[in-house]
Nanobody, 115 residues
Framework: VQLVESGGGLVRPGGSLRLSCAAS????????MSWYRQAPGKERELVAR????????NYADSVKGRFTISRDNVKNTVYLQMNSLKPEDTAVYLC?????????WGQGTQVTVSS
């Protein structure tokens, strides 16, 4: 299993970023996919999850109405569109899949929201 995130960077408050996670090594279309984030000194938290077919989506309360998770089961990629970014969104964002009771993680991509 390999998960490779991209799209992070430095953005001003109110700005937008689109994260991508390219997946390989498993049947992508069969698994739910998630985005987590971890800020310095804080626990890792679930940001958004999308079901294998895309019909069921869940968001953390802190990002509802601002972030959108989506997936492309042809490109084996999951996305996180982040709008109206706030300084408290600053974190490393990680892609996740749970397969056979094992969590797999990408290396993460840094998102920094600062003026």
């Amino acid at each position: 299993v390999q998960l490779v995130e991209s799209g992070g960077g430095l953005v001003r408050p109110g700005g937008s970023l689109r994260l991508s996670c390219a997946a390989s090594g498993f049947t992508f279309y069969s698994y739910d996919m998630s985005w987590y984030r971890q800020a310095p000194g804080k626990e890792r938290e679930l940001v958004a999850r999308i079901s294998s077919g895309g019909a069921t989506i869940n968001y953390a309360d802190s990002v509802k109405g601002r972030f959108t998770i989506s997936r492309d089961n042809v490109k084996n990629t999951v996305y996180l569109q982040m709008n109206s970014l706030k300084p408290e969104d600053t974190a490393v964002y990680l892609c996740n899949v749970r397969r056979a009771r094992t969590d797999y993680w990408g290396q993460g991509t840094q998102v920094t929201v600062s003026s």
